[in-house]
T-cell receptor, first 113, second 110 residues
Framework: DTTVKQNPRYKLARVGKPVNLICSQT?????MYWYQKKPNQAPKLLLFYYDKILNREADTFEKFQSSRPNNSFCSLYIGSAGLEYSAMYLCASSRGGTNTEVFFGKGTRLTVV | QQKVQQSPESLIVPEGGMASLNCTSSDRNVDYFWWYRQHSGKSPKMLMSIFSNGEKEEGRFTVHLNKASLHTSLHIRDSQPSDSALYLCAASRGNNRIFFGDGTQLVVKP
């Protein structure tokens, strides 16, 4: 099963409220990623876990948090949603090592109002 | 963060025709390129990857890489309507960071 599961598929949030998105995979992959995708733009890497080590991109460092309580699960947390957070959030995972295939979930479409 | 440029933004080819998509990285440290395909409403799925200079062929799909210019291209021969999708190019530099381009929207007209 090469499935990465994301919940929920659609999320509506109010400005200023927190948002928590969930991702799981059963492939025993070492690395799990979160990307943000807006229409007509490239998926933007927000952060990734390699095993238990969290790596956040410099330009999104303070906007997103994440946790990985075990190998299979990874969450993306927004403490206070703004309108600019409206986007598709893609979770992905890959096997250990570098330059290995990345498997994507179907995404969570977040709309902030 | 934009390190991967794709062209064209959109492409229309007739069924049976050849589709050619381009991708260039501005990061000289990348050493691996990927092509992903995303059908509408679905998650991106890897098509092909390449890290050596030259060409790699899988069925109707051929990928070229020129490491000196950090340019890769994807060619689809005998294009089918089912090939209509968003094609994403990605580059990585061996540290788990994978960066994507904006994509090329391919439409194959019957």
């Amino acid at each position: 099963d090469t499935t990465v599961k994301q919940n929920p598929r659609y999320k509506l949030a109010r400005v200023g409220k927190p948002v928590n998105l969930i991702c799981s995979q059963t492939m025993n992959h070492d690395t799990m990623y979160w990307y943000q995708k807006k229409p007509n733009q490239a998926p933007k890497l927000l952060l990734f876990y390699y095993d238990k080590i969290l790596n956040r991109e410099a330009d999104t460092f303070e906007k997103f948090q994440s946790s990985r309580p075990n190998n299979s699960f990874c969450s993306l947390y927004i403490g206070s949603a703004g309108l600019e957070y409206s986007a598709m959030y893609l979770c992905a995972s890959s096997r250990g090592g570098t330059n290995t295939e990345v498997f994507f979930g179907k995404g969570t479409r977040l709309t902030v109002v | 963060q934009q390190k991967v440029q794709q062209s064209p933004e959109s492409l229309i080819v007739p069924e049976g025709g050849m589709a050619s998509l381009n991708c260039t990285s501005s990061d000289r440290n990348v050493d691996y390129f990927w092509w992903y395909r995303q059908h509408s409403g679905k998650s991106p799925k890897m098509l092909m990857s390449i890290f050596s200079n030259g060409e790699k062929e899988e069925g109707r799909f051929t990928v070229h890489l020129n490491k000196a210019s950090l340019h890769t291209s994807l060619h689809i021969r005998d294009s089918q309507p089912s090939d209509s999708a968003l094609y994403l190019c990605a580059a990585s530099r061996g540290n788990n960071r994978i960066f994507f381009g904006d994509g090329t929207q391919l439409v194959v007209k019957p």
